[in-house]
């Protein structure tokens, strides 16, 4: 087997530095771990743990989860319900630990196509550390989206190095079997594949690599649009609905709910659109080789997720477009496209270069203490109504109403205060 070559522009030892941006990426957690300490089972937590006592761990694994087939995940999921003993913090704090992993993952696949050290850092701080992935990192069976984007990442650091490996593969279906939204993986490493240039295998080799990387998604795809309900199903006269979530979803994330904009409406998407738009046009123009062909990926991922997200949450108002929970893949699509763009303006500046060293060191440090911030007033009010009240209805209340069940209107009560006390869920 060849052997992989080492990151571009990196001398031997540096790949440790990544691993500062990730571990950083887990303060959140623990600086306010007396607010993630109060979250408890809500909603589909219950639901799924419902499904697990009423057919087992191996039949519910299979069973479609809304239009998701979702196996991998469930089994992960599921063990973990058990091997932690009902415990909704260590639930959580397997999903920090995952995300600190793509957090190293990014910055490494960055590495790997030609990045400089500063929109790598910039890029992993922000990912890290952005208070608008609070749904993905704080509701349990959102693990699904964050354990797909591992696979993804792992795949696509295989596909931007010259030797094609059989775990690439691999990768694109644990993907596609851990979220919906992973069936864009293998389209992703198809795409990437193709877009090699020197150093890569000739052309027709690349494609018959594409068509390894699209098998997984088009065989978990189909299943989905075979077998599973949901929108894609009645999308009939719905296709101008679908258009325009997709729309709202791709111009408003993730700056909407990053930097907390309050004003709403069509003039707000076409603004923050056409700063999106802008930005990538810009990245692609003064990018070259695998720095841009990652940028290609990405952007072209983001668009198919809006896509996606038209046809199976068009009926769930515009709204929720800007939802916290699709924030975590928009990130990926935009932040190191945003970061190469600040260090592109940055190394312009004409100062000194200890002034202008110490000047990006303490905008990191602002930009970190300005994130962590967030991050505790977000979760003041995330762990009361995700929390607090959830406990208080289901553990101390002795008679809450008979659909009191937070999060999911029409769970019984009684089977909840069954699950609890069967599965010790606390």
């Given at each position: 087997?060849?052997?992989?070559?080492?990151?571009?522009?990196?001398?031997?030892?540096?790949?440790?530095?990544?691993?500062?941006?990730?571990l950083?990426?887990?303060?959140?957690?623990?600086?306010?771990?007396?607010?993630?300490?109060?979250?408890?089972?809500?909603?589909?937590?219950?639901?799924?743990?419902?499904?697990?006592?009423r057919?087992?761990?191996?039949?519910?694994?299979?069973?479609?989860?809304?239009?998701?087939?979702?196996?991998?995940?469930?089994?992960?999921w599921?063990?973990?319900?058990?091997?932690?003993?009902?415990?909704?913090?260590?639930?959580i704090?397997?999903?920090?630990?995952?995300?600190?992993?793509?957090?190293?993952?990014?910055?490494?696949?960055?590495?790997?196509?030609?990045?400089?050290?500063?929109?790598?850092?910039?890029?992993?701080?922000?990912?890290?550390?952005?208070?608008?992935?609070?749904?993905?990192?704080?509701?349990?069976?959102?693990?699904?989206?964050?354990?797909s984007?591992?696979?993804?990442?792992?795949?696509?650091?295989?596909?931007?190095?010259?030797?094609?490996?059989?775990?690439?593969?691999?990768?694109?279906?644990?993907?596609?079997?851990?979220?919906?939204?992973?069936?864009?993986?293998?389209?992703?490493?198809?795409?990437?594949?193709?877009?090699?240039?020197?150093?890569?295998p000739?052309?027709?080799?690349?494609?018959a690599?594409?068509?390894?990387?699209l098998?997984?998604s088009i065989?978990?795809?189909?299943?989905?649009?075979?077998?599973?309900?949901?929108?894609?199903?009645?999308?009939?006269?719905?296709?101008?609905?679908?258009?325009?979530?997709?729309?709202?979803?791709?111009c408003?994330?993730?700056?909407?709910?990053?930097?907390?904009?309050q004003?709403?409406?069509w003039?707000?998407?076409?603004?923050?659109?056409?700063?999106?738009?802008?930005?990538v046009?810009?990245?692609?123009?003064r990018?070259?080789?695998?720095v841009?062909?990652?940028?290609?990926?990405?952007?072209?991922?983001?668009?198919?997720?809006?896509?996606?997200?038209?046809?199976?949450?068009?009926?769930?108002?515009?709204?929720?477009?800007?939802?916290?929970?699709?924030?975590?893949?928009?990130?990926?699509?935009?932040?190191?496209?945003?970061?190469?763009?600040f260090?592109?303006?940055?190394?312009?500046?004409?100062?000194?270069?200890?002034?202008?060293?110490?000047?990006?060191?303490?905008?990191?440090?602002?930009t970190?203490?300005?994130?962590?911030?967030?991050?505790?007033?977000?979760?003041?009010?995330?762990?009361?109504?995700?929390?607090?009240?959830?406990?208080?209805?289901?553990?101390?209340?002795?008679?809450?109403?008979?659909?009191?069940?937070?999060?999911?209107?029409?769970?019984?009560?009684?089977?909840?205060?069954?699950?609890?006390?069967?599965?010790?869920?606390?």
């Amino acid at each position: 087997m060849t052997p992989h070559p080492p990151e571009a522009g990196q001398r031997p030892g540096e790949r440790w530095i990544l691993f500062a941006p990730a571990l950083l990426s887990l303060a959140p957690f623990i600086a306010f771990h007396g607010l993630f300490a109060r979250l408890f089972w809500f909603g589909d937590d219950i639901d799924q743990v419902d499904l697990i006592d009423r057919h087992g761990l191996w039949r519910w694994m299979w069973m479609f989860y809304g239009e998701n087939l979702v196996p991998l995940f469930k089994l992960l999921w599921g063990s973990c319900v058990f091997l932690f003993g009902g415990s909704y913090d260590a639930m959580i704090g397997i999903i920090w630990l995952n995300h600190a992993l793509n957090v190293l993952l990014l910055g490494r696949l960055m590495r790997t196509c030609g990045f400089k050290w500063t929109p790598v850092l910039l890029t992993q701080t922000v990912f890290g550390l952005a208070p608008s992935i609070i749904e993905n990192l704080a509701f349990s069976v959102e693990w699904s989206v964050v354990l797909s984007v591992t696979f993804m990442l792992l795949a696509l650091q295989e596909v931007f190095r010259p030797a094609f490996r059989w775990v690439t593969v691999l990768w694109a279906l644990a993907s596609a079997l851990s979220f919906v939204k992973g069936v864009l993986t293998g389209p992703a490493l198809a795409f990437a594949s193709l877009l090699q240039r020197g150093g890569a295998p000739r052309r027709g080799a690349r494609l018959a690599h594409a068509c390894a990387y699209l098998l997984p998604s088009i065989v978990v795809g189909t299943l989905i649009a075979v077998l599973a309900e949901g929108n894609h199903r009645h999308l009939s006269g719905h296709g101008s609905e679908a258009a325009v979530f997709g729309v709202w979803y791709y111009c408003l994330n993730p700056v909407y709910y990053l930097l907390d904009v309050q004003s709403w409406g069509w003039r707000t998407v076409v603004v923050l659109g056409l700063l999106k738009v802008s930005l990538v046009i810009w990245a692609f123009l003064r990018s070259r080789g695998n720095v841009r062909n990652l940028f290609l990926v990405l952007v072209a991922f983001d668009l198919a997720t809006a896509v996606l997200l038209g046809i199976g949450r068009y009926n769930f108002g515009i709204r929720t477009a800007a939802s916290s929970r699709y924030q975590y893949v928009s990130l990926i699509g935009i932040v190191p496209l945003a970061a190469f763009g600040f260090a592109h303006l940055w190394e312009r500046l004409r100062l000194p270069a200890w002034v202008r060293q110490g000047s990006l060191a303490s905008l990191f440090a602002a930009t970190i203490l300005a994130l962590m911030v967030r991050w505790h007033s977000e979760m003041v009010s995330w762990s009361g109504w995700r929390g607090t009240d959830v406990r208080r209805i289901l553990l101390e209340e002795a008679e809450p109403g008979p659909d009191s069940v937070p999060g999911y209107p029409g769970f019984p009560t009684k089977r909840a205060k069954e699950l609890i006390a069967k599965y010790h869920l606390h």
